[in-house]
């Protein structure tokens, strides 16, 4: 089976690109892809998406994510890591720090992996060029301390899709992050982590409910067909061989297929 989703435990110093390419070549050149990218320095699950799973990467990107995070206090670093130039201020932070939940509106780093004009925002910023980053609203779930002592700080967070976490470090004050872990993502834990197990489209989509069809309604989704069925949002649509398409909910009271997994 070349059609699934592996969950891998990406270590410190390796890109989301490596662990790919690894796999890659693994599974002899079949196609591959990731949900969602960890910087180099950071640590912890990453999505590789194998074959027909690639169709999935929008649904399982849009997922919320858990890190684990310490962050060094009293400093700040102008990459918002310790690959950045460093400056001691030596300044207190709040005891008990205020932590952020809800809606936040947040700028990220120069020094991000997000595209600015079509090129990694931290390329640019390493040549030197200014780099003017958009702002963007994104959602805190949860956002705990751990741990805490005059120097570091421990934390969990739990956020949406598209929240730049050392951004979120930053903006407590004199801080930045010096260890950076992504424990989960939506249902997906790096505790079960294992490069040779490899989920099913399925099974990798079942935290989306489940829609299933007769025979005829199966034969017109495979097609391309909309069938009938009031949902709201997206839905697995279903037969007794498994997973047909992911499908999206009408105004009409009809579901449309859009995404298919049978050829």
């Known amino acids: 089976m070349m059609d699934g989703v592996i969950l891998a435990d990406k270590p410190t110093g390796k890109t989301s690109h490596d662990i790919v390419a690894m796999i890659r070549r693994e599974r002899a050149g079949i196609k591959t892809g990731h949900a969602g990218t960890l910087d180099p320095f950071a640590s912890g699950l990453?999505?590789?998406?194998?074959?027909?799973?690639?169709?999935?990467?929008?649904?399982?990107?849009?997922?919320?994510?858990?890190?684990?995070?310490?962050?060094?206090?009293?400093?700040?670093?102008?990459?918002?890591?310790?690959?950045?130039?460093?400056?001691?201020?030596?300044?207190?932070?709040?005891?008990?720090?205020?932590?952020?939940?809800?809606?936040?509106?947040?700028?990220?780093?120069?020094?991000?992996?997000?595209?600015?004009?079509?090129?990694?925002?931290?390329?640019?910023?390493?040549?030197?060029?200014?780099?003017?980053?958009?702002?963007?609203?994104?959602?805190?779930?949860?956002?705990?301390?751990?741990?805490r002592d005059r120097e570091t700080a421990q934390f969990e967070i739990e956020c949406s899709s598209g929240t730049y976490v050392r951004t979120l470090i930053a903006d407590l004050g004199d801080a930045y992050c010096v260890e950076l872990r992504r424990t989960a993502i939506g249902p997906f834990d790096v505790s079960a982590a294992d490069p040779a197990n490899i989920l099913t489209i399925d099974a990798a989509l079942a935290f989306l409910p489940e829609l299933r069809l007769n025979e005829a309604d199966a034969r017109s989704v495979t097609h391309g067909v909309a069938v009938e069925g009031d949902i709201d949002g997206f839905i697995r649509l279903v037969d007794d061989s498994g997973v047909i398409a992911v499908g999206q909910g009408c105004d009409d009271g009809k579901v449309k297929p859009i995404v298919g997994f049978r050829q």
């Open 46 to 147: 990453l999505l590789i998406l194998l074959g027909r799973a690639t169709r999935i990467q929008r649904f399982l990107m849009a997922l919320p994510k858990t890190y684990v995070v310490t962050a060094r206090l009293g400093a700040v670093s102008t990459t918002g890591d310790p690959e950045g130039e460093i400056t001691e201020t030596g300044k207190p932070l709040p005891d008990p720090l205020i932590l952020p939940t809800g809606e936040v509106r947040q700028r990220p780093s120069p020094y991000s992996a997000i595209k600015v004009g079509g090129e990694r925002a931290y390329r640019r910023a390493r040549r030197g060029e200014e780099v003017e980053m958009p702002e963007r609203t994104v959602t805190v779930h949860k956002f705990t301390q751990l741990h």
